[in-house]
Antibody, heavy 119, light 110 residues
């Protein structure tokens, strides 16, 4: 069955960096775009970033542009989110989700990993 | 990119129909037929209920339907059931080639 498993979350101080991973199984990873979506405690969903199936194209939400970098390794069925210059407002559960190329919706989601930015 | 606007809460009695609106701009909802809707239970991952404005994925109840007029998309739940009590979010592709979620709506079954 389809599985997306996030890891790498934790507690960091403002200004520090963290690298999240999303490991996939149960589908043809190299045919799917991967998104990161976050949800602050008690708040709504916020789209963060997308990397296309072949890694050639990446887009980011304005709130993270210039600080976050998304990448993927299709040989390892893994997507990474490098988060730099973290702020308190980046505190959230970060989830990855897949999208069949040109489908424009999020099909399967992981359970997420919690990132807490606090001094 | 500002979040799409949804009502904070909608409620209805079992068997009734409710509609959740999702208002954006011509750069997102109004410009593309790539609006999707997600159901989320507390502590759980979201589940897609509608995609491409009105398409229903396999396995989703026919009680869920979607539509769009101008810059506003809508999700209608007919024959409301207790299990429909959850948070609902709309999402749209945008002219910046990014995506934007709605503010979220809590559905309560009275």
């Amino acid at each position: 069955q389809v599985q997306l498993v996030e890891s790498g979350g934790g507690v960091v101080q403002p200004g520090e960096s963290l690298r999240l991973s999303c490991t996939a199984s149960g589908f043809t990873f190299s045919s799917y775009n991967i998104h990161w979506v976050r949800q602050a405690p008690g708040k709504g969903l916020e789209w963060v970033a997308i990397i296309r199936y072949d890694g050639t194209t990446k887009y980011y939400a304005e709130s993270v542009k210039g600080r976050f970098i998304i990448s993927r390794d299709n040989s390892k069925n893994t997507v990474h989110l490098q988060m730099n210059s973290l702020r308190a407002e980046d505190t959230a559960v970060y989830s990855c989700a897949n999208e069949l190329e040109q489908a424009f919706y999020f099909d399967w989601w992981g359970q997420g990993t919690l990132v807490t930015v606090s001094s | 990119q500002s979040a799409l606007t949804q009502p904070a809460s909608v409620s209805g009695s079992p068997g009734q129909s409710i509609t959740i609106s999702c208002t954006g701009t011509s750069s997102d909802v109004g410009g593309y037929n790539f609006v999707s809707w997600y159901q989320q239970y507390p502590g759980k991952a979201p589940k897609v209920m509608i995609y491409d404005v009105s398409e229903r994925p396999s396995g989703v109840s026919i009680r869920f339907s979607g539509s769009k007029s101008g810059n506003t998309a809508s999700l209608t739940i007919s024959g409301l059931q207790a299990e429909d009590e959850a948070d609902y979010y709309c999402n749209s592709y945008t002219s910046s080639r990014t995506y934007v979620f709605g503010t979220g709506t809590k559905v309560t079954v009275l």
